[in-house]
């Protein structure tokens, strides 16, 4: 299982971003795709996971953030809208078989992570 993520940088509070992850073939077909971030001295927290039958979204981004998968591309992406300075963190894609979990434990295949800083 491969996973690629990216697509963080730096932006301006109200600013937006897009966030890509490339997943090999069979996993983008078979799997559930998340992201989830980590900030300095806080713990892993879930955003947003996909699978063929849905999504979803955790609070502290609904309304902001939208995940989506182009199955042309292997692709699945996070659009980050009205972004803030506490969605400062790395961000990671990540990829299970099953149901979307919001645990970080439930994944057993992770990809590097991005970037995303948002300045005040």
């Known amino acids: 299982v491969q996973l690629q993520a990216s697509g963080g940088g730096l932006v301006q509070a109200g600013g937006s971003l897009r966030l890509s992850c490339a997943a090999s073939r069979w996993t983008f077909r078979d799997y559930v795709l998340a992201w989830f971030r980590q900030a300095p001295g806080k713990e892993r927290e879930f955003v947003a996971g996909i699978r063929w039958t849905g999504s979803r979204d955790s609070d502290t981004v609904k309304g902001r953030f939208t995940i989506s998968r182009d199955y042309a591309k292997n692709t699945v992406y996070l659009q980050m809208n009205g972004l803030k300075p506490e969605d400062t963190a790395a961000y990671y894609c990540?990829?299970?078989?099953?149901?979307?979990?919001?645990?970080?434990?439930?994944?057993?295949?992770w990809g590097q992570g991005t970037q995303v800083t948002v300045s005040s």
């Open positions: 990540a990829a299970r078989r099953g149901s979307i979990a919001t645990s970080g434990e439930e994944y057993g295949y």
